[in-house]
């Protein structure tokens, strides 16, 4: 094995398968505690969008994956096999990994990559967990085509919070580039310039009529009049944060990252990549019409270049008929792209449910205080190249001022601690996130491996250490995996540090990844044998 690398310091500071599982139901007979087998078999498969066709990877030949089904207490054991000519790994977003960081799945942090014609087995149990939460590969930028929905069911006999819902279904928002997102982003890393921007926004691995040669290539949920159906909507994007409608109806928000939330309705929500959001939707019992149009358009401040576009579903109420085209349908009315307020009165109705049955154990006292500043900088160009970042320099991005600079061996393997954050076991946490403006203030949605936090406050310009922390909600606030430190602004979690491990705490916009806005945790085992990591397998791969 290479040695790993170091941190470096910056010159500035700081046809879709999905389609075959649009309903899902509640799925009673699907047994508690017992232990699920998958088998991902990763590949090259043709697929045609927007009048061309290329080469992408995918699972078992499906583009979005295959869903996983799991109860809460269940073991899922899935098999990977490596059939591409490049390294692949895979993470289950969302999913704690108590004591299991050998299944976590990040490449070079918790395991080295599976090599092509090599296999792996990631064997994991979801303890505690129930929701909406789902996987991805977490190297380079395979994940623009290598995700799937991950879905826990509560366990056998324990109803959900809120009414059952008549129907439920998954829709993951994505991203789809003409050209091989590869080359994207090794240019881009080579150039130092923004890398190319995406040429569609989709549903369910569709871009819908709004774009050339889609209509044929438009999702289509079809519902029947006076229903109540739960979308379990996921925002597998790769760069963009998106606000969803429904044209004409109103969508209530019950769950956020597979923790269940006081409920509340909107018209518009926004989920930024990397985010899971169950929301309840009420079919009209006297529909004005036979079908509606669904949209997702971006929200970013950033000062480069973006993909402005609006990707269209349709909602189908009248299932005997051919499927409406969204060609005519009117547009929900989604905000502005750069309606930093929107996002910020959607963020706000946020709260945990709280309840004796699911309670907020949000650490009152802190152990531990950490400030990050979060942001985009510059490097100095080297001096055998051009290059194309503001004013010759290239991009790159930070956590306190430091990319972070992917090292060549596994850090859980090595426990090499140089890179990392040391925790003692059972730490109560407060993480402040600031946000910085030296390239542009723009928002950053982080998130955490092998844990959820608690959001306890945010809000803009800079944190203050004297006055803010007395606004903390740490009555009922929201539990999540992944937040949007606001954009010029900040956000302040909390976390206890009760699980051994090297934890990757990254931004979830890839790009910002691949210019080094990532950082990880190294949490020491506990005195108890239940409070240690557990050894690796035998199968682990081998850098």
Not at 100 to 128: E, H, K, L, M, R
Not at 492 to 514: I, K, T
Request: hydrophobic fraction near 40%; aromatic fraction near 10%; charge should be positive.
């Amino acid at each position: 094995m290479g040695a790993p690398r170091g941190l470096r310091r910056h010159a500035a500071a700081s046809a879709c398968p999905l389609l075959a599982f649009a309903v899902l139901l509640a799925l009673p007979g699907l047994a508690a505690g017992v232990t699920r087998r998958y088998t991902f078999n990763v590949g090259m498969t043709s697929v045609t969008r927007l009048c061309g066709t290329k080469s992408i990877p995918t699972v078992n030949g499906q583009f979005p994956g295959p869903r996983l089904d799991a109860r809460e207490g269940d073991r899922l054991v899935v098999t990977v096999h490596n059939h591409m000519s490049r390294n692949v790994s895979f993470h289950w977003h969302g999913l704690r990994q108590l004591r299991n960081g050998w299944a976590d799945g990040p490449a070079y942090i918790t395991q080295c990559p599976v090599q092509p014609g090599q296999s792996y087995v990631y064997d994991f149990t979801v303890a505690g967990q129930r929701g909406t939460l789902w996987w991805h590969a977490h190297l380079s930028w395979l994940r623009v085509h290598l995700y799937g929905p991950l879905l826990i069911l509560p366990g056998l006999g324990v109803p959900y919070p809120f009414a059952a819902p008549y129907k439920e279904v998954p829709i993951m928002f994505g991203e789809w580039f003409k050209a091989d997102t590869e080359s994207v982003i090794s240019q881009a890393l080579q150039t130092g310039a923004g890398p190319n921007v995406s040429d569609a926004y989709t549903f369910n691995g569709l871009p819908g009529p709004t774009y050339n040669c889609s209509s044929k290539d438009t999702y289509t949920l079809k519902v029947q009049p006076g229903r109540m159906y739960m979308l379990r909507l996921i925002n597998s994007a790769l760069n963009d944060e998106l606000f969803f409608g429904i044209a004409n109806h109103t969508l209530t928000v019950v769950e956020a990252d597979a923790n269940y939330v006081k409920p509340f309705t909107v018209s518009t929500l926004v989920i930024s990549p990397g985010q899971t959001m169950n929301v309840l939707l009420t079919t009209s019992a006297n529909p004005s019409s036979q079908a509606f149009a669904m949209a997702i358009a971006p929200y970013t401040n950033t000062q480069g270049t973006f993909d402005n576009t609006t990707a269209a579903a349709v909602l189908q109420y009248d299932a005997t008929t051919a499927p409406s085209s969204a060609q005519n349908l009117p547009l929900p009315a989604l905000p502005r792209y750069n309606d930093t307020n929107a996002v910020a009165r959607f963020t706000s109705n946020f709260r945990s449910l709280a309840s004796a049955q699911y309670p907020a154990r949000v650490p009152r006292a802190v152990d531990r205080h950490v400030l990050f500043t979060v942001g985009l900088g510059t490097d100095p160009c080297p001096s055998n190249q051009t290059c194309q970042g503001p004013n010759g320099t290239k991009f790159a991005a930070s956590i306190n001022n430091n990319s972070f600079v992917r090292p060549r061996s596994a850090l859980l393997e090595a426990h090499y601690q140089r890179r990392v954050v040391p925790l003692k076991f059972n730490t109560s946490v407060e993480l402040v996130m600031q946000g910085t403006a030296i390239q542009g203030a723009e928002s950053h949605p982080l998130h955490m491996h092998g844990f959820n936090f608690f959001v306890v406050g945010q809000g803009f310009g800079n944190y203050d250490p004297i006055n803010d922390p007395a606004k903390y909600n740490l009555v009922d606030p929201v539990e999540r995996n992944t937040v949007s430190v606001p954009t010029a602004g900040w956000v302040a979690v909390r976390f206890l540090a009760d699980n051994p491990g090297v934890w990757l705490m990254h931004c979830h916009f890839d790009v910002h990844l691949s210019w080094g806005l990532s950082m990880a945790w190294m949490v020491d085992d506990g005195p108890l044998p239940n409070q240690k990591m557990l050894p690796p397998p035998s199968d682990l791969p081998k850098c």
